[in-house]
């Protein structure tokens, strides 16, 4: 019973490139949720989707940072021109229904570094 | 203020001895109550949820709620040098979905 599934778990980019994050949640999961732990910092919500839909992304920065959930295929979390600031890990969560009483699972997490 | 604060650690501990974890929240509209454990370089792993006050135990950890102290805190029994880790508080609102995490406090069990 495959857990959430995230890949590449290491990505190194130089400063203006692209990356490109993705996340494949639990089967059965139809919620999937992006956080960054940003070094000796807590985790931080940055967007939640469903299938096809971005539910919030309130906590994405407004600029560079996308993300999706397409009706076939992982989840992406899309970060164009990154720069330093954005080496952090970037963890996937997913949970079966919506609704503040689900548990949330967590990936294995991408770790970007920017040099 | 923070919206979830935890006790800043670190905390050491004895094998055996019990850890005791405190947690803190701001939103009186908080529903659900999380503790996740982070080794050092990995992923969060849920370790217990609860939504109600009072107490919920599994096997050697304790949860404990209390909603009108906006408190919440984690017992370890049994300590074991397996244990030494970052321990996560998470908190959910009553309409929403989105954790709200606190910075974690790590516990070292010493053999």
């Not at chain 2, 004895?14 to 109550?33: H, K, V, W």
């Not at chain 2, 969060?44 to 909603?67: H, V, W």
């Not at chain 2, 300590?79 to 974690?104: E, I, M, W």
Request: proline share 5%.
């Amino acid at each position: 019973n495959a857990g959430v599934m995230q890949n590449p778990r290491h990505l190194v980019r130089r400063r203006g490139q692209e990356a490109r994050l993705r996340c494949s949640p639990m089967k059965g999961h139809s919620h999937v949720y992006w956080y960054r732990q940003l070094p000796e910092e807590g985790l931080k919500f940055m967007v939640y989707l469903q299938k096809e839909n971005i539910i919030d992304e309130s906590g994405m920065p407004k600029e560079r940072f996308s993300a999706e959930f397409p009706k076939e295929g992982p989840s992406i979390l899309r970060i164009q021109q990154v720069v330093r600031g954005d080496s952090a890990a970037y963890f996937c969560a997913s949970s079966p229904l919506k609704g503040a009483d689900n548990e949330q699972f967590f990936g294995p997490g991408t770790r970007l570094t920017v040099l | 203020q923070k919206e979830v604060e935890q006790n800043s650690g670190p905390l050491s501990v004895p094998e055996g001895a019990i850890a005791s974890l405190n947690c803190t929240y701001s939103d009186r509209g908080s529903q659900s109550f999380f503790w996740y454990r982070q080794y050092s370089g990995k992923s969060p792993e849920l370790i217990m949820s609860i939504y109600s006050n009072g107490d919920k135990e599994d096997g050697r950890f304790t949860a404990q709620l209390n909603k009108a102290s906006q408190y919440v805190s984690l017992l370890i029994r049994d300590s074991q040098p397996s244990d030494s880790a970052t321990y996560l508080c998470a908190v959910n609102h009553r309409n929403d979905y989105k954790l709200s995490f606190g910075a974690g406090t790590t516990v070292t069990v010493r053999a």
